[in-house]
């Protein structure tokens, strides 16, 4: 019997299939959820059979991203007919499932640093106007996030900087016990956030919509036809509409040029679907952009120390190498708006890591 054969997940995934186990895929590749996917009794017709997927959260992972919404199912039911090209969502044996989209990530289909198609970059820049005009006040969701982390609508430097408090008091003092030694190595004192503070603040006042906030390859599906869905609504949040675009560019790593055009028609997208949307965003946007790289230091150092097998393997100097060499470029990124006084070397970061496994070595996550 494999591990996953008595989990919850694929119980519900069999339950809602009709018992037949020979029907059901996974678990999918992902890492926060257990996933299964599987064809509902009784679907069958004369075109392609939709698919269902079924997901529980995975036990004891750490979550490194503040979540708004209580149910990621009720907010897309809410947004059908609103936002085009996301996941339709059914009742079934007592669980609300999202379809399936068949088809390749955006990813699959040209890999993080290659320019995107223009018919792909025109569909992507389109979804934000659609956002731009979804209101708190227009959802009927319920809502997870503490009132303090609801700031006054257009109070872009108050939304930034619950979302500084999250990643201080939640990823990295709440994991300080395990890893503050190993960021002190690294360079990056507690202190870092009284500078990223000063770097991102004096952001202008933009009005404020829905931000699906986690734009990123993998989370856009290509289908035969080669439109583009938006799946992964987890960290939909309300927000300044600039976030969205700063993290949409920080996880597409467009090459420069593209970059820069994507700004651009983002800024005439959204002004034009909701004026004022796109208001001091040549000056802000670098200073989210700044907040998104520092963001990423705190989870990719906590991630890549998890990363290291703790165990004899022969391999794990070769792993090493590979955290170090993908840190290395995340510490200099995030130098400037943590006010880092230097970027340590290669020798530096694995002497820091090799120490961490020694004492704090855990099975990865």
Not at 225 to 241: F, H, K, Q, Y
Request: glycine content about 8%.
């Amino acid at each position: 019997m494999s591990p996953q054969s008595d989990s919850q997940a694929r119980l519900h995934a069999v339950g809602a299939s009709g018992g037949d186990e020979s029907v059901v895929e996974g678990p999918l590749h992902g890492y926060h959820h257990e996933t299964y996917v599987f064809p509902l009794p009784g679907e069958k017709g004369s075109g392609p059979q939709a698919r269902w997927k079924c997901r529980e959260p995975r036990p004891g992972l750490l979550w490194f991203d503040r979540r708004c919404f209580a149910s990621e199912e009720q907010l897309l039911n809410d947004l059908n007919g609103r936002i085009r090209g996301i996941p339709d969502i059914i009742e079934a044996d007592g669980l609300k499932l999202q379809r399936f989209i068949e088809g390749r990530t955006l990813g699959s289909v040209c890999a993080s640093g290659l320019a995107v198609p223009d018919d792909f970059l025109r569909q992507i820049v389109g979804l934000f106007p659609q956002l731009v005009r979804i209101t708190s006040e227009s959802l009927s969701v319920d809502r997870r996030c503490a009132a303090e982390d609801r700031p006054e609508d257009g109070d872009s430097d108050g939304f930034l900087e619950r979302l500084v408090c999250f990643t201080e008091e939640h990823v990295y003092q709440g994991n300080s016990a395990t890893f503050e030694r190993l960021f002190g190595e690294l360079g990056v004192p507690a202190e870092s956030f009284e500078q990223l503070r000063k770097h991102v603040s004096g952001l202008r006042e933009r009005p404020f919509c829905l931000l699906h906030a986690d734009l990123h390859r993998e989370n856009f599906i290509v289908d035969d036809d080669r439109r583009l869905w938006t799946i992964d609504w987890e960290l939909a949040m309300v927000g300044d509409p600039l976030y969205d675009l700063a993290t949409h560019l920080h996880l597409m790593r467009y090459p420069v040029r593209q970059a820069r055009d994507a700004a651009h028609q983002w800024a005439d997208a959204v002004e034009r679907a909701r004026p004022g949307s796109a208001a001091g965003w040549r000056h802000d946007l670098p200073l989210l952009l700044g907040y998104k790289r520092a963001q990423s230091l705190f989870t990719d150092v906590i991630r890549a120390a998890l990363s290291l097998d703790p165990g004899p393997d022969a391999h794990w100097r070769r792993q090493l190498v590979r955290a170090a060499l993908k840190l290395r470029p995340v510490l200099a990124d995030a130098a400037l708006p943590l006010g880092l006084e230097s970027v340590p070397g290669m020798r530096r970061i694995v002497t820091a890591l090799v120490r961490w496994r020694r004492e704090h070595g855990v099975p990865s996550a």
